[in-house]
């Protein structure tokens, strides 16, 4: 069973993706095998998830990225948790990214979130 | 908040194609074969150390590729020659899949190692594509003029196939191996992953060698086999059922001394193994390539390929034969600059086997069309 993601991870790209900005829309291209049915199927994500991708630059954890979008949009913090915490999660278990429990760990892959 | 798609659902590639962005390109990894086909219109000796002293470097390649997906490239095919002859071909596909771009291969699958497998199953490409030059031993052998290369073929084939990498097929229909044609098409129906093609057209040699061309010629099928192929299979131009549909709809107004009506330099380009950008594979003409090593490929994309495209003829014949035939500006006739240029030595010029073909293939499919003054009885 899948751990839950914790508000304090921090969230990277995967190495086994390309992610790609071509025409102002992100598409995320996998490189390595098991991440889409089909080769030639790629990810892109919808305006919500573009504005949450964008801080995802390792670095902040969830919570962080959450309060950033809470000030860029004028909106309750809590309500932007819980759709980059879903967001994240729904990314981690399409192996499009790692998330590691803290800044300290980024650089190394987190075995509580593999899947 | 994200969602996957297949790549050609996209909807933004029309978009991208109005703004003509070089969305696709080939690249040549080396003209070297280690087959000496008959039919083939590039390759070079295994062993010819001058052709592979011009091969791009991989350092070359990255520079090439880079800017190509900084131009908004999304489509890249590994081609040759036989690319896996290059000892380096694993860091230089890994380098353009770490691009993020969608690779192709093309490849004979006879040099194909273990470590290949593991390669494209680990970092899948999105096609392998492989030719059956022959469903027996003797057959293959009398096109690849290369003792063992069936054994070969059939064991690097069957490491992919073990390796759970699934490869495209196709069958080049020629001279030498037409007798075997249902046996290849069972062969290629058995083993394709998907659909399977055949190509019964020859294009002459891109170095233009006179006794390589003579040999080509002699492997073309006649425009009554190829028609036949075509109804067989449903598959070639003549059985889509689209067949005479145009083109390139927004040629049909094009004047009658317009050369280029294909989509050459439209939306992707060639990079020759020595690092000429061509408008198409086809395209060989010493004054429409652009060499990568002495200029950047963004005044290649924006000034050359336009440039070459805007060529016209002034040639009487052309203007009144192909210049103004409805059956070049649709998908029933092979005639192009390019081609023309590699059958004649100029782009402006009819070439009677394509004429013959389209021709046969509008009657058998009773398209009418009016015909040009060079058909005129």
């Given amino acids: ?115 | 908040m994200f969602t996957h798609f297949e790549i050609h659902q996209f909807p933004l590639w029309d978009r991208l194609r109005e703004k003509r962005i070089p969305l696709s390109f080939d690249l040549e990894l080396t003209a070297r074969c280690n087959f000496n086909c008959r039919h083939c219109y590039i390759n070079l000796p295994a062993d010819d150390v001058q052709a592979k002293d011009r091969e791009l470097t991989l350092e070359e390649i990255r520079h090439i590729a880079r800017k190509a997906v900084q131009m908004g490239a999304v489509w890249c095919l590994i081609t040759g020659g036989e690319p896996l002859l290059r000892k380096d071909f694993p860091d230089i596909y890994l380098l353009l899949k770490r691009l993020g771009l969608l690779v192709s291969v093309f490849t004979n699958a006879s040099l194909v190692t273990s470590e290949h497998a593991r390669l494209f199953k680990k970092y899948p490409p999105r096609d392998i594509e492989v030719t059956v030059y022959g469903a027996s031993k003797e057959t293959f052998e009398q096109v690849t003029r290369r003792s063992h290369s069936f054994e070969a073929f059939l064991r690097g084939l069957q490491l992919l196939l073990n390796s759970g990498i699934r490869v495209r097929l196709k069958n080049m229909v020629i001279r030498s191996n037409r007798h075997e044609f249902d046996e290849i098409s069972s062969f290629c129906l058995k083993h394709t992953k998907d659909y399977y093609r055949s190509d019964p057209f020859l294009c002459l040699r891109n170095d233009r060698d006179p006794a390589r061309n003579a040999e080509i010629r002699a492997e073309r099928l006649t425009p009554m086999e190829i028609i036949a192929i075509g109804r067989s299979e449903r598959r070639s131009v003549a059985g889509q059922p689209a067949a005479g549909a145009l083109l390139f709809p927004e040629q049909r107004d094009a004047p009658d001394n317009a050369l280029f009506r294909c989509g050459a330099g439209q939306d992707s380009f060639t990079v020759g193994y020595d690092g000429r950008l061509r408008l198409c594979s086809a395209l060989c003409r010493p004054d429409c390539v652009y060499d990568l090593r002495r200029g950047d490929l963004s005044d290649a994309w924006q000034d050359f390929v336009p440039a070459v495209r805007e060529r016209c003829s002034t040639r009487t014949e052309y203007r009144h034969a192909c210049g103004r035939c409805e059956l070049a500006r649709i998908n029933l006739c092979r005639w192009c600059p390019a081609n023309s240029y590699l059958e004649t030595g100029e782009m402006d010029r009819p070439v009677d086997y394509f004429c013959q073909i389209a021709h046969a293939e509008a009657a058998s499919l009773g398209i009418r069309h009016s015909r040009s003054d060079r058909h005129q009885p």
């Fill in chain 1, 1 to 115: 069973m899948d751990a839950q993601v914790s508000l304090d991870a921090v969230c990277t790209p995967s190495e086994d993706v390309v992610v790609r900005e071509i025409e102002g829309n992100v598409i995320i291209i996998p490189v390595a095998a098991g991440i889409v049915e089909v080769e030639g199927e790629l990810f892109t994500l919808n305006p919500t998830g573009h504005a949450i991708w964008r801080k995802l630059d390792g670095q902040r954890t969830l919570k962080e990225v959450a309060s950033a979008l809470s000030r860029d949009y004028d909106a309750p913090s809590s309500d932007i948790e819980v759709d980059v915490v879903a967001f994240a999660d729904a990314l981690r278990q399409r192996r499009l990214v790692v998330l590691h429990e803290h800044r300290a760990s980024v650089g190394s892959r987190c075995t509580t979130f593999a899947r």
